[in-house]
C-alpha cells in the first residue's frame, strides 16, 4: 500500500477530566439521563449539541455515517429530518437498525444509542416544517439529496426557481420530505477520565419501560 500521503498521530492526545460517573449518579431512566446531560451540554462552549452522528447499513452490508441534528425527544425516540429520498432514508426503510453518536467533547462526554428508525407522522413533519427558516423551507424542495449534479450553478438555480415558485405564498411541505424517530433498544452513557480509565454505563431495554444498566469496562 502506498504510503505517499500518511500522518503518524499515535501521539495525539488529550486528557479527559471529567466527574467521577457512579451508578448513585443515574438516572434510573435513559431519557431521564440524557436529559440531564444534554442540559449541561447545552450550557457549555460546545457548539450544535444537538449534533450527532448517525450510522446506517446499506444493502450490501456497508456501513455508513454522517451527521444530522437533533430536533426533539422524548420517552419514545430521538426525532431527525431528512429528505426521503436520500442514501440514509434508503438504507432505513432496507435496515431499520441504526445508530445514533451525540460527542460533547468541552465535557468530555460521549452518548451512544442503539435502536430502530421509523418515519413519523405527516402532522409531525409539517409541524415541524411549518417552525423552518423560510430558505430551509425552499432548501428542501430545491435538493435531491446525496444525487450526483455537476455543478452549484444548476442548484442556485433551482433555488431562484423555487423562491419565484412560492412568492407571496406558504412553502408547503415537500412529499418526500419528513422525520424519522429513532426508538431506542440500548444506550451507553461514557464519561471520560484520565489515565484512559473511563467510565461508562449502559442501559439495556427489558419488558415494557423497564432498562438494566450495568458498568462497562473503558
Known amino acids: 500500500m502506498s504510503d505517499k500521503h500518511s500522518m503518524d498521530v499515535s501521539q495525539l492526545r488529550h486528557s479527559q477530566v471529567g466527574e467521577v460517573l457512579l451508578r448513585e449518579h443515574l438516572d434510573d431512566s435513559p431519557f431521564g439521563q440524557f436529559e440531564h446531560w444534554f442540559r449541561d451540554a447545552c450550557d457549555s462552549p460546545d457548539l450544535d449539541p444537538n449534533a450527532m452522528a448517525l450510522a446506517t447499513v446499506d444493502d450490501r452490508g456497508r456501513a455508513h455515517n454522517r451527521t444530522v441534528l437533533l430536533k426533539y425527544f422524548d420517552d419514545s425516540g430521538f426525532v431527525f429530518y431528512t429528505n426521503y429520498a436520500s442514501k440514509k432514508a434508503e438504507q432505513i426503510d432496507a435496515n431499520a437498525n441504526v445508530a445514533l453518536l451525540f460527542f460533547w467533547r468541552d465535557l468530555g462526554r460521549q452518548v451512544v444509542i442503539r435502536g ?40 442556485e438555480a433551482k433555488f431562484e426557481e423555487m423562491k419565484h415558485k412560492f412568492a407571496n405564498k406558504e412553502v408547503p411541505l415537500p412529499s418526500f420530505w419528513g422525520g424519522y424517530r429513532v426508538v431506542p433498544e440500548a444506550f451507553e452513557f461514557w464519561q471520560g477520565k484520565s489515565q484512559r480509565l473511563h467510565d461508562r454505563f449502559q442501559y439495556t431495554r427489558q419488558d415494557g419501560d423497564s432498562w438494566r444498566i450495568e458498568r462497562l469496562q473503558p
Do not use: C, D, M, N
Open 116 to 155: 430502530q428508525a421509523e418515519k413519523v407522522s405527516t402532522a409531525e413533519s409539517l409541524k415541524y416544517f411549518a417552525t423552518r427558516p423560510r430558505g430551509s423551507q425552499l432548501g428542501a424542495w430545491v435538493s435531491h439529496q446525496s444525487s450526483i449534479i455537476t455543478s452549484r450553478q444548476l442548484l
